[in-house]
């Protein structure tokens, strides 16, 4: 049975950081491509950061130079480092692993919500 466990999140002040750790079992990490998604009120979910099995990591244009997708083998681990954090950066974000690399993702946490507002 596989589980993510997201934490990390909360409430922060625009331009501040926040650090978000998905915690996986029943997945090992390295063998699986990781991903943070997040879903904001009345939008669609969208892929924000993912790392691949080689460890190349992706993100959106719209967190490219802000948000930092890492892994830690030894912990089976997955964070996203968060920095200049904007109003629109608002919503739940959620780990996600897909292990064949050209399937659509297959498991999810349960979520955590990041609040950036002043």
């Known amino acids: 049975q596989v589980q993510l466990v997201e934490s990390g999140g909360g409430s922060v002040q625009p331009g501040g950081s926040l650090r978000l750790s998905c915690a996986a079992s029943?997945?090992?990490?390295?063998?699986?491509?990781m991903g943070w998604h997040r879903q904001a009120p009345g939008k669609e979910r969208e892929l924000v950061a993912e790392?691949?099995?080689?460890?190349?990591?992706n993100y959106a244009g719209s967190v490219q130079g802000r948000f930092t997708i890492s892994r830690d083998n030894a912990e089976n681990t997955v964070s996203l480092q968060m920095s200049s954090l904007k109003p629109e950066d608002t919503a739940v974000y959620y780990c996600?692993?897909?292990?064949?690399?050209?399937?659509?993702?297959?498991?999810w946490g349960q979520g955590t919500q990041v609040t950036v507002s002043s």
């Open positions: 790392i691949t099995i080689g460890g190349s990591a």
């Open positions: 996600a692993g897909r292990p064949l690399p050209q399937n659509p993702y297959a498991y």
């Open positions: 029943g997945i090992i990490v390295r063998f699986a491509t």
